[in-house]
Nanobody, 124 residues
Framework: QVQLVEFGGGLVQAGGSLRLSCAASGRTSSPYRMGWFRQAPGKEREFVATTDWSDITDYVDSVKGRFTISRDNAKNSVALQMNSLKPEDTAIYFC??????????????????WGQGTQVTVSS
C-alpha cells in the first residue's frame, strides 16, 4: 500500500524559510510525478509545484522565484524549499504522487496518492 509522509511544516516569520519533505513508500518503482498542493482556511486546494521523472518542474505564479521543488528518485522523495515566505503562504501543504505518465501535473486529478498534510504558518 502506497504511503506518503510529509515532514517540515511549522511556524515562521514573514521573509523566513521552511523546507518540506515527503517520502513515498509501498512500491518498488519511483513515482513518475510528484507535487505539492496547499489549502488555506476557507479556500480550495491549489497547485503549488510539480516535478516529473526528468526533473522538469512547474510552479504556480505566486511562488515562482521563491519556492524550489526537487526530488530524489533513489529515495522516492520530494522536497519543497520555501524562501521569502509571506503570510498568504499560510496553509496546509500536501504532497502528491502519481505513477501514471501525466503531462502537466497541475490538477488534483493528475495524482493518485496523497499525504496527510503538514501545516505551514507564516506570521506577519
Amino acid at each position: 500500500q502506497v504511503q506518503l509522509v510529509e515532514f517540515g511544516g511549522g511556524l515562521v516569520q514573514a521573509g523566513g524559510s521552511l523546507r518540506l519533505s515527503c517520502a513515498a513508500s509501498g512500491r518498488t518503482s519511483s513515482p513518475y510525478r510528484m507535487g505539492w498542493f496547499r489549502q488555506a482556511p476557507g479556500k480550495e486546494r491549489e497547485f503549488v509545484a510539480t516535478t516529473d521523472w526528468s526533473d522538469i518542474t512547474d510552479y504556480v505564479d505566486s511562488v515562482k522565484g521563491r519556492f524550489t521543488i526537487s526530488r530524489d528518485n533513489a529515495k522516492n522523495s520530494v522536497a519543497l524549499q520555501m524562501n521569502s515566505l509571506k503570510p498568504e503562504d499560510t496553509a496546509i501543504y500536501f504532497c502528491a504522487a502519481s505513477w501514471r505518465r501525466t503531462v502537466l501535473g497541475r490538477t488534483s486529478n493528475d495524482y493518485g496518492y496523497w499525504g496527510q498534510g503538514t501545516q505551514v504558518t507564516v506570521s506577519s
